[in-house]
């Protein structure tokens, strides 16, 4: 992997952290769930495509001094954002589990989230 290469399942992550999210906002009401719970997730997804961004622009104009100055330090929030998305699709895979059927889970699931933490 390059050293300035976003980790190869990020666009996964973030597709499943989507998936998630719709999925907690449509079953929130038939499972009685807090809107906390589909907050925090989008939060994080929020957190972690501004985080990516960022460090793509800086990436980006790697040319110029401003840029290569701000380089790393956007390279480390990006890590860090997208390893905290992680946790927390894990986190919310957990506490859905206690309430879906396998089979729905499973059709939102088909991603190993517990790689790379």
Same mark, same amino acid.
């Given at each position: 992997m390059k050293m300035n $290469?976003?980790? $190869? @399942?990020? +666009?996964?992550?973030? $597709? !499943?952290?989507?998936?998630? #999210? $719709? !999925?907690? @906002?449509?079953? %929130?009401?038939?499972?009685? !769930? =807090?809107?906390?719970?589909? +907050?925090?997730? %989008?939060? =994080?997804?929020? +957190?972690?495509?501004? #985080?990516?961004?960022?460090?793509?622009?800086? !990436? +980006? @104009?790697r040319k110029s001094p401003e840029a290569k100055r701000h380089l790393p330090e956007a390279k480390r929030r990006c890590d860090h954002s997208i390893k905290q998305l992680r946790r927390r699709v894990s986190r919310t895979i957990l506490q859905l589990r206690r309430y879906l059927k396998d089979q729905e889970l499973k059709s939102v699931t088909q991603y190993d989230v517990a790689r790379n933490r």
């Amino acid at each position: 992997m390059k050293m300035n $290469a976003l980790p $190869a @399942d990020t +666009a996964e992550l973030l $597709a !499943l952290a989507e998936d998630i #999210a $719709a !999925l907690l @906002d449509e079953k %929130r009401e038939v499972l009685e !769930l =807090s809107i906390d719970l589909e +907050a925090l997730l %989008r939060a =994080s997804i929020a +957190a972690a495509a501004f #985080a990516i961004n960022t460090y793509l622009a800086a !990436l +980006a @104009d790697r040319k110029s001094p401003e840029a290569k100055r701000h380089l790393p330090e956007a390279k480390r929030r990006c890590d860090h954002s997208i390893k905290q998305l992680r946790r927390r699709v894990s986190r919310t895979i957990l506490q859905l589990r206690r309430y879906l059927k396998d089979q729905e889970l499973k059709s939102v699931t088909q991603y190993d989230v517990a790689r790379n933490r």
